[in-house]
């Protein structure tokens, strides 16, 4: 098992920053993938950012460029850089673990842009 726990949502203005942590505990070996996923009211959750075992990272083309996922060597943390954010940044957003082909998340941390 996996537990994860997120900080640093909150409400910022149109072109400013945000960071947002993921706290891993449980059993943080093996895993596969560490990412950040987000869900706007009223459409279904989607990738931000994803960095795979072997270092490989992708983003989602509406964050190239903006937002910069990170992580440490002990795969405890994950982080998200946030910056020029749009109100169409505005969701929640969940960290996920991919832990031998089994997805875990987070409860979530609200992110608002207002413009």
């Known amino acids: 098992q996996v537990q994860l726990v997120e900080s640093g949502g909150g409400l910022v203005q149109a072109g400013g920053s945000l960071r947002l942590s993921c706290a891993a505990s449980?059993?943080?070996?093996?895993?596969?993938?560490m990412g950040w996923y987000r869900q706007a009211p009223g459409k279904q959750r989607e990738l931000v950012a994803v960095?795979?075992?072997?270092?490989?990272?992708n983003y989602a083309d509406s964050v190239k460029g903006r937002f910069t996922i990170s992580g440490v060597n002990t795969k405890n943390r994950v982080y998200l850089q946030m910056n020029s954010l749009k109100p169409e940044d505005t969701a929640v957003y969940y960290c996920n673990y991919v832990r031998l082909g089994h997805d875990y998340w987070g409860q979530g941390t609200q992110v608002t842009v207002s413009s």
């Open positions: 449980g059993s943080i070996f093996s895993i596969n993938a």
């Open positions: 960095i795979t075992s072997g270092g490989k990272i």
